[in-house]
């Protein structure tokens, strides 16, 4: 892997200096997609943002070595379902302008409610494996 | 018969050197000259090959933390299309006939 000019941070430079966080690591991939990782500290928690074969997503984590969890599932949690869902599509065009938004939402969520995100993503991981596979995930 | 990991970046490169299994891979400067459909058509052709040689295919990224609308979920999507399903605990998938 290695590091050359990054595209998030190019078009997310200006978010992360405004909202203070700082950039911990930054991995771009040319050989394979042009694939990048960027890492980010705020006070409170972690943001990642992922450049998967010119895809972008967004995920938080509590701190290090926490898990991660898509930036949506944090919202839902932070916001609850009905704002989320009402906001849902102009959330995940700008995942920055979400995040900026509801920065003292997101933050309370990752730290005090850690449990409610994961339950959520194991439930939509259901959801997800009964819409593409038609039935849920068996586990052990 | 091979083995060949899917899922997001970076888990699905990882997870592949890890264990020497394939994983689908294009150089930046050519994926960008590519139309979306050329895109697909290539990552197509790659699960295509992969489902003839009779490889076992993991997944890196647990559906927990697949991403709405991505390569990895048209990936997985595809290949429910083609008759694979989940093992227990979703790590796998296998070809249910």
């Known amino acids: 892997m290695q590091t050359t000019e990054s595209d998030i941070i190019s078009r997310f430079g200006l978010f992360l200096d405004r909202n203070g966080f700082t950039v911990l690591r930054t991995a771009v991939d040319n050989e394979h997609f042009g694939n990048e990782v960027v890492i980010c500290s705020a006070p409170c928690f972690r943001v990642k943002f992922v450049k998967d074969r010119g895809q972008i997503f967004t995920e938080i984590s509590r701190g290090a070595r926490e898990p991660w969890y898509p930036l949506e599932d944090v919202l839902k949690v932070a916001l609850g379902s009905q704002e989320f869902e009402a906001r849902y599509a102009y959330y995940m065009a700008d995942p920055t302008s979400a995040l900026e938004l509801n920065l003292e939402a997101v933050t309370r969520a990752v730290q005090e409610k850690q449990d409610e995100i994961a339950a959520l993503g194991r439930d939509r991981a259901q959801e997800v494996a009964q819409d593409i596979f038609g039935r849920p995930i068996v586990y052990g | ?97």
């Open chain 2, 1 to 97: 018969m091979g083995v060949v990991v899917l899922g997001h970046y970076p888990e699905y490169i990882e997870l592949a050197e890890q264990l020497r299994a394939s994983c689908f891979n294009i150089s930046v400067e050519v994926w960008s000259k590519m139309s979306h459909e050329e895109q697909w058509e290539a990552n197509r052709k790659f699960l295509d090959d992969a489902i003839s040689r009779g490889d076992e295919i993991l997944l890196a990224t647990p559906l927990e933390r697949l991403h709405i609308g991505s390569w990895y979920e048209r990936e997985l999507r595809y290949l429910a299309s083609r008759g694979f399903r989940p093992d227990a605990g979703a790590r796998r998938l296998v070809l249910v006939s």
